[in-house]
């Protein structure tokens, strides 16, 4: 990969990074879309695109899926190759941790233990980890991440703050299916009755949407207002449900213009996540 990299300084200007764990759908391929148009849109040489397909073990727990994670690298190929992408990495997880674990761990303190962190212990050391191997193999100028994962670009905003990477995180919106449901790699495992009660996440995000937009900024009571839609669905077990600052994960006082207003929640036994930023007033 480094190679590889160093051959690309001779004919492109800067690499843009998509990481994904493969099992790629049409919102990893929007991020491919913004980097390629980004890559593009420099003055002189153009630049490169690279995606990374690994499945990181550090970031599942003992229970979780890692084992059953969907990986259907071929077509994942295609995909790319369709897109346009230069380079793909696409490393062994004996390639990424020689010694079967890794000794060293990047924690970003504080914030790793919130959200998704305070459900999945240990969950964002494994992603911060990983992504600085990425960015220090690979050395993206720019690397894009979806609106969906919003937990995680605030662990990894703070650790390229904090470890001044000189990588800038683009952050796109996340991709829907025409009925709302949030594109996730994980919505295959849901059987048709168990995806059509997932579809209450987005209707509980747009219900809070909806009274934000006409002015109510209590977080409890928009919080209260999307637990109630949520209950519409027995069957969905609620994780979590939080009105947040996007840069710390910390409860907020009073709703505001972009405040984070995030969910998870399990249908069947599948764990999935949403969000919207909000846009305070009408």
Do not use: W
């Amino acid at each position: 990969m480094r190679a590889a990299r160093q051959r690309l300084r001779e004919t492109r200007s800067t690499v843009s990074l998509v990481p994904t764990m493969g099992a790629l759908h049409e919102g990893h391929l929007s991020l491919v879309r913004a980097a390629r148009a980004a890559a593009d849109a420099g003055i002189g040489q153009p630049g490169a695109v690279a995606v990374s397909i690994f499945v990181n073990p550090a970031q599942f727990g003992p229970h979780e899926d890692y084992a059953r994670y969907p990986r259907t690298f071929e077509t994942d190929c295609a995909l790319l190759e369709a897109e346009g992408v230069d380079l793909l990495f696409a490393p062994s997880a004996a390639e990424m941790y020689p010694s079967g674990t890794s000794i060293t761990r990047v924690h970003a303190g504080g914030i790793s233990e919130r959200l998704d962190g305070a459900s999945r212990p240990g969950h964002f050391d494994g992603v911060a980890t990983v992504v600085a191997k990425l960015f220090h193999i690979i050395e993206p100028q720019r690397a894009f991440f979806g609106q969906k994962d919003a937990a995680q670009i605030a662990v990894l905003r703070a650790m390229v703050r904090d470890l001044n990477f000189p990588v800038e995180l683009v952050v796109c919106s996340t991709v829907r299916e025409p009925d709302g449901l949030a594109m996730s790699s994980r919505n295959r495992y849901l059987s048709a009755s168990e995806r059509q009660q997932a579809l209450v996440l987005s209707r509980a995000l747009r219900s809070v949407e909806d009274l934000v937009a006409n002015g109510e900024t209590s977080p409890s009571l928009l919080i209260e207002v999307a637990q109630r839609v949520i209950a519409t669905e027995p069957e969905v077990r609620l994780d979590y449900i939080a009105a947040v600052d996007p840069l710390t994960l910390l409860p907020v006082a009073a709703v505001s213009e972009g405040t984070l207003f995030a969910v998870a929640a399990y249908s069947g036994e599948t764990r999935l996540i949403d969000n919207v930023i909000l846009k305070a007033g009408s």
